[in-house]
């Protein structure tokens, strides 16, 4: 899920709110559901094709916008199965199978591109990372983010090696036996 309050942009609500239904819709979402109020809009969208429908997978995108011009906020999620496409796509392996995780990460490159597009038409200039899709405003400040978010992913990987390690063993241990 990707959620930013913008700030000091000369920008409709509105306007971005269109945007994103756009880009939906050039994506192959059909809209389903679509309101809006005072200073708020809100859609639900699903893409559905024959396979996928087969394999009782449909993908919804959730879009909320609110706030005035100059100060607003965007919600914005793609999903399958409802599930957050914030899950990385090695965890998606391990609890979905490799189909899904496969699905997971389309849509996840999916929901960055349509970010990425539509925080580039609210200002250019603004930097997102590409990993977690938090928006910075200097490409100094990304750099320091990405070089705390790389030391994390490695300290992520140091922990999962003893248990790697572990499996290993048990299946040393048990060829050992064999041989025994
Ligand atoms: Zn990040």
């Not at 899904?100 to 389309?106: F, V, Y």
Request: proline fraction near 3%; hydrophobic fraction near 45%; charged fraction near 20%.
């Amino acid at each position: 899920m990707k959620h930013y309050g913008f700030v000091e942009k000369d920008v409709e609500p509105a306007a971005v709110f269109a945007h994103l239904k756009q880009f939906m819709v050039e994506n192959g979402f059909q809209v389903n559901n679509e309101s809006s109020r005072s200073n708020f809009w809100e859609l639900h969208a699903s893409k559905k094709n024959a396979i996928r429908v087969a394999l009782g997978a449909v993908r919804d995108a959730d879009a909320v916008v609110a706030g005035t011009r100059g100060k607003f906020e965007v919600q914005f999620k793609l999903g399958v199965w409802g599930k957050d496409l914030a899950i990385p796509v090695v965890e998606g392996v391990a609890t979905l199978g490799a189909a899904s995780a496969i699905d997971l990460h389309e849509e996840h490159l999916l929901e960055d591109k349509m970010w990425r597009s539509l925080v580039h038409s609210i200002d250019p200039k603004l930097q997102i990372c590409g990993q977690c899709g938090v928006i910075f405003q200097s490409p100094a400040d990304l750099q320091a983010h990405q070089k705390v978010e790389a030391q994390q992913l490695q300290s992520q990987m140091g922990m999962a090696n003893p248990m790697m390690m572990g499996m290993l063993g048990m299946g040393m241990m048990g060829m050992g036996m064999m041989w025994i």
